[in-house]
């Protein structure tokens, strides 16, 4: 190898080293943010009901019933909050007029 091929290769290696850290550093700096963001997006039957007031036996009576949108890995039941959300919103009736 002459002179300049292990030039060449230090500063590939170096750049590399450089890229790694710096990429490194900017999943640390952004990290933190999306957790927060996505902290409660899936949440539990327990949570749920913390959330909406409905009590866990008429939550899981919905998952039953197969009228509630959730996700289900094994035994574990999830929940997307946005997708709750619209399916409360497709439920909405609007207060009666009184005449």
Same mark, same amino acid.
């Given at each position: 190898?002459?002179?300049?091929e &292990?030039?060449?290769? @230090?500063?590939?290696? #170096? /750049?590399? +080293?450089?890229?790694?850290?710096e990429?490194r550093q900017?999943? =640390?700096?952004?990290?933190?943010?999306?957790?927060?963001a996505?902290?409660y997006?899936?949440?539990? &039957?327990?949570?749920? @009901?913390?959330?909406? #007031? /409905?009590? +866990?036996?008429?939550?899981?009576?919905?998952?039953?019933?197969? =009228?509630?949108?959730?996700?289900?890995?094994?035994?574990?039941?999830?929940?997307?909050?946005?997708? &709750?959300?619209?399916?409360?919103?497709?439920?909405?009736?609007?207060?009666?007029?009184?005449?």
């Amino acid at each position: 190898m002459d002179l300049r091929e &292990v030039f060449k290769q @230090s500063v590939q290696e #170096g /750049l590399g +080293e450089l890229i790694r850290h710096e990429v490194r550093q900017a999943i =640390r700096a952004e990290l933190p943010a999306a957790l927060r963001a996505s902290q409660y997006r899936w949440v539990g &039957v327990k949570r749920l @009901s913390q959330l909406t #007031g /409905l009590c +866990e036996r008429k939550i899981r009576y919905l998952l039953r019933q197969g =009228r509630l949108p959730h996700h289900r890995i094994g035994r574990k039941v999830l929940f997307d909050l946005n997708e &709750v959300e619209n399916w409360l919103q497709d439920h909405y009736v609007p207060p009666a007029l009184h005449e």
